[in-house]
């Protein structure tokens, strides 16, 4: 039965006779099961006592174990970590091409090309090395003191000397310095969120467990990085430093490999291409050139250097970079902060999506959702904390608890009975207290209570404590005018065993035990924790209460069920996941009926198919394999599930984005294609070993990122799909010319003009270009998808030999009027650039037609760049100086209006072309 008490008040500590062998005993056996070892064995192989460790022994296991601390990696300097910036087969490419500029005297644009390369290496750099600042913040969770039980006395030591075999003293507001077997606790409550995920403090005992327990069903241990909520404790440090469940987290961390982006390895296989295809067209056109037509060996490698100035798109690394740049802008409006660039692409090609559960698809704040009182089943809205919301019964309708007074009774024992207090900060309601007790004072305020004012006439007179043997706490009540009264809140099967009637609108009934279980097992299985509320009228002049004045002949009023609420963000941005053919899979640490409820209601699936830590350790390697692809939720797993999960999950060429908020999530964060963190609850440790952090802790943004990296990768590919057709156009233009023995139409510096130009100008205004319609309505783009698809391919060459054909044409129909040969090959440098213009606004739409009004029209960005590549012709074609420089000369009017009209053309044929295709 998944129900859990929220009061504290238990005491329980290791008897005397179990008090271990004495502070000189060696320390045996230290990797073993502790949760699951009796108290006198663990303090016995810990060589530990009720005093303690002498000081000298305590030296010595400090020299024998080392500090408390996670260890220190060794780093690579900053300058080879900056050198190694430049070790890309991309890099080599633009340093070729910056070569190639600078050896035909164009220095400016060699100078631009190596800014390209010199501001990559600087983002690379900047970004380098988040894994190892992963471990840097989970090292600064250890708290920096700890109090230890030496030599019989308490002393305060700082936390890294804390050795296997101390005794630790643990009160409220301390971080747990080692993991601990715990030998004391006193209404000990522990909030162990950043390992298991799960957002309710645990009640600690000190009885063993199962030794296959899950990490947060191991209540007799305090682990360390944990924090204490309530009571106090003492345990015997079992585990320090490396050796703590934190510090095998933060080894999977520093031993996982963080895997490149897939456009970061389509990339090197487009530089690779590059290179193979450039230098070898390059030197088999030189030969031919001077072997077969007989050119000059410098007029020869002149043609050469213009085939590859043409053909290498030093311009598109910028081109990419500023669209991711861009990219990254919108996320962060959208309240996603992207930590490296290539991670905006990455996130467009997501296809599973696996989140943690609490704080992330969940508010990370209880409330009751569900009232049963012998007369009704009720339904309660509302959204966390906050007290505002609706009672419903099963058929919908809205019911004024004022008109129900058992519901009124109930919801005001849950406030008395109750040390939580609702405090509103900006939009916002935090509880002071026990998460579950602070959604009890919501519901109160909801039914219409006033907290000061209820509690003020109902003064508290007495109590009992929560105690982990009797599950139950109880408070006494003056009434002015009445008899006190005593309300106990607790463990449902316990309350329901302590009461003999039960309140109905009619007066009190003899209660039926089996049909309240019922009720409780039926909420318990839709993933709610159930509380039970009672009351016991007190004879007149009752000042104290016992634990004995209350078991017996209650009143049981009612039981509540309470949920960590999903988001209603959530619900929508799962909807749009799945309608874009991403696939979402819950990981938690938090019980299995609990999350298959949320996932219902989430919308993950109808019957979520739920797999549990347990069975995934008991799965072989195929089993293993189906339930990663069947399964829908994976509840009580550990940082070590999470890890495979990601792994398997990534084997059948699955995108990856994992979502979290605590320390167990690093490793998987880290793993997945794309980590993203909970920038507001999240930890530093989560933060560092992620691509992405999330300024609001909205699973909605990360929705709305996979949306803008779709658009990025779209703009990618626009810009790829303009720059290698008109690159290759021109290359093939002076290839064409050299096999058929013809004079140049564009000389290479005219070339590296258009080159610069059209980059700047036109390619960089795709990388703005807004969200096509229907991106999301598309299925998530293969992981194996190749950068240069068949389609690409196809398109290069299409475009490429209409560019040459164009330009051969104006240059042939220039020569044949007589025209100067500067004239002839400043129409051909013009009908280029003016077909790289009409090909730019039918590159603009992929997956449509580009012959509308606002594919005409274009963007600010893109009319912005048509205007400045106009301005740069007019300078290039009439300006005297620049005529010096390029070789150009003068166009007459009419011409320029058939350079034009070459453009138009192209643009019609293209269009035709896309049409076809996509028929």
């Known amino acids: 039965m998944n129900s859990q008490s929220p009061a504290s008040g238990a005491v329980s500590t290791v008897p005397p006779a179990q008090a271990g062998a004495g502070s000189g005993e060696p320390v045996r056996d230290l990797d073993r099961a502790w949760h699951a070892v009796p108290l006198q064995e663990a303090l016995q192989a810990t060589g530990s006592g009720p005093d303690g460790l002498s000081a000298a022994e305590a030296a010595r296991r400090l020299a024998r174990f080392g500090p408390n601390r996670l260890p220190r990696g060794p780093r690579r300097s900053a300058l080879r970590r900056f050198l190694l910036q430049f070790h890309s087969r991309l890099i080599y490419v633009l340093v070729g091409s910056a ?289 505002q919301g609706e009672f419903r019964t099963v058929d919908g309708r809205q019911l004024d608890p004022a008109a129900d007074p058992v519901l009124e009774e109930l919801s005001l024992a849950g406030l008395l009975c109750n040390d939580a207090h609702l405090r509103q900060s900006g939009e916002d309601w935090i509880v002071d207290g026990d998460p579950m007790e602070g959604a009890l004072v919501s519901l109160a305020m909801k039914a219409g209570h006033d907290t000061a004012a209820a509690r003020a006439g109902f003064p508290r007179l007495d109590e009992v404590p929560f105690d982990s043997r009797h599950r139950y706490m109880a408070t006494l009540h003056a009434r002015n005018g009445h008899r006190p009264v005593a309300y106990v809140k607790g463990a449902p099967e316990r309350i329901v065993a302590m009461a003999t009637r039960v309140a109905t609108l009619d007066g009190e009934q003899p209660i039926d035990a089996a049909a309240w279980h019922e009720r409780i097992e039926a909420l318990a299985a839709d993933g709610q924790r159930v509380i039970a509320l009672a009351r016991r009228t007190m004879e007149s002049g009752t000042r104290e209460l016992k634990a004995a004045d209350v078991e017996h002949d209650l009143t049981l009023l009612g039981v509540v069920g309470l949920i960590d609420p999903p988001r209603p963000e959530a619900i929508a941005a799962i909807s749009e996941c799945r309608a874009a053919g991403i696939k979402v899979k819950m990981i938690t640490g938090d019980h299995v009926a609990t999350a298959r409820a949320i996932a219902r209601q989430l919308g993950l699936a109808e019957d979520p198919v739920a797999v549990t830590g347990h069975d995934l350790d008991a799965a072989d390697a195929e089993e293993f394999a189906r339930y990663t692809r069947e399964a829908t939720v994976f509840a009580r797993t550990s940082p070590e599930h999470k890890l495979r999960l990601v792994e398997a999950l990534q084997q059948d060429g699955s995108i990856i984005a994992m979502t979290g908020d605590g320390v167990n999530d690093a490793p998987a964060l880290k793993r997945a294609d794309v980590g993203v963190a909970m920038g507001g609850k999240g930890t530093e440790a989560a933060k560092e070993a992620s691509e992405m952090v999330l300024a609001d802790d909205n699973f909605a943004s990360i929705v709305a990122a996979v949306r803008e990296g779709r658009t990025v990768y779209d703009n990618l590919t626009k810009s790829i799909s303009w720059a290698l057709p008109t690159n290759g156009g021109e290359a093939l233009t002076i290839v064409v010319a050299i096999l058929f023995g013809l004079s140049l139409p564009i000389t290479p510096v005219q070339i590296l003009w258009i080159n610069m130009v059209t980059a700047i100008a036109l390619g960089l ?73 009409f090909y730019l606004f039918s590159v603009r739409y992929v997956h449509g037609t580009s012959l509308t009004f606002q594919g005409v029209l274009g963007t600010p960005a893109v009319l912005l760049g048509l205007v400045a590549v106009v301005l740069a012709q007019f300078a290039f074609t009439y300006l005297p100086f620049m005529q010096r420089i390029f070789g150009s000369g003068p166009v007459a009017f009419a011409d320029g209006l058939v350079i034009v009209g070459v453009g138009v053309v192209l643009l019609l044929i293209v269009e035709v072309e896309k049409r076809l295709v996509v028929r």
């Not at 600087?122 to 600042?133: P, T």
């Not at 934190?246 to 389509?266: D, F, H, K, N, Y």
């Not at 030189?286 to 590859?308: Q, W």
């Open 99 to 387: 070569t190639l500029a600078a050896a035909i005297g164009h220095v400016t644009d060699a100078l631009v090309i190596a800014s390209v390369v010199l501001v990559n290496a600087v983002i690379g750099f900047v970004q380098e090395g988040r894994a190892e600042e992963a471990l840097e913040a989970i090292r600064a969770m250890i708290d920096p003191q700890a109090s230890v039980i030496r030599d019989g006395r308490r002393l305060t030591i700082p936390a890294d000397e804390v050795v296997p075999g101390d005794i630790v003293l643990l009160e409220a507001g301390d971080r747990v310095p080692a993991d601990l077997r715990l030998v004391k606790a006193r209404s000990l409550r522990v909030d162990e969120a950043v390992l298991t995920g799960e957002s309710v403090p645990v009640d600690k005992a000190l009885e063993p467990v199962a030794v296959d327990a899950a990490l947060g069903d191991r209540l007799s241990m305090a682990f360390s990085g944990t924090f204490v909520t309530a009571g106090q404790g003492a345990g015997v440090a079992v585990a320090t430093g490396a050796a703590t469940e934190l510090g095998r987290i933060s080894a999977m961390i520093g031993a996982v490999e963080q895997l490149t982006t897939p456009l970061l390895r389509q990339i090197d296989d487009f530089a690779r291409l590059v290179t193979t295809v450039v230098l070898g067209i390059a030197a088999a056109v030189f030969a031919f050139a001077v072997l077969v037509r007989s050119y000059a060996l410098d007029e020869a490698f002149m043609a050469v250097v213009g085939i590859a100035v043409a053909a290498i798109p030093e311009g598109l690394p910028a081109i990419m970079t500023i669209t991711l740049a861009v990219g990254v802008q919108r996320m962060a409006r959208r309240k996603a902060i992207v930590r490296r660039l290539p991670a905006v692409e990455t996130l467009g090609s997501v296809s599973v999506i696996c989140s943690d559960k609490t704080g992330t698809l969940t508010r990370n704040e209880m409330m009751v959702s569900a009232v049963v009182t012998a007369d009704r089943t009720l339904s309660v809205d509302g959204t966390g904390y906050r007290p």
């Open 765 to 837: 205004t795709i990388a703005f270009e807004p969200t096509e319609p229907g991106t999301m309505r598309r299925p998530a783009r293969p992981a194996n998808q190749p950068l240069l698809s068949r389609r690409l391919l196809w398109r290069i060459l299409f475009v490429s030999t209409l560019m040459v054909c164009g330009t051969f044409g104006i240059y042939a129909w220039a020569s044949a009027r007589g025209l100067p040969v500067e004239t002839a090959r400043t129409m051909a440098v013009n009908t280029v650039v003016v077909m790289e213009i």
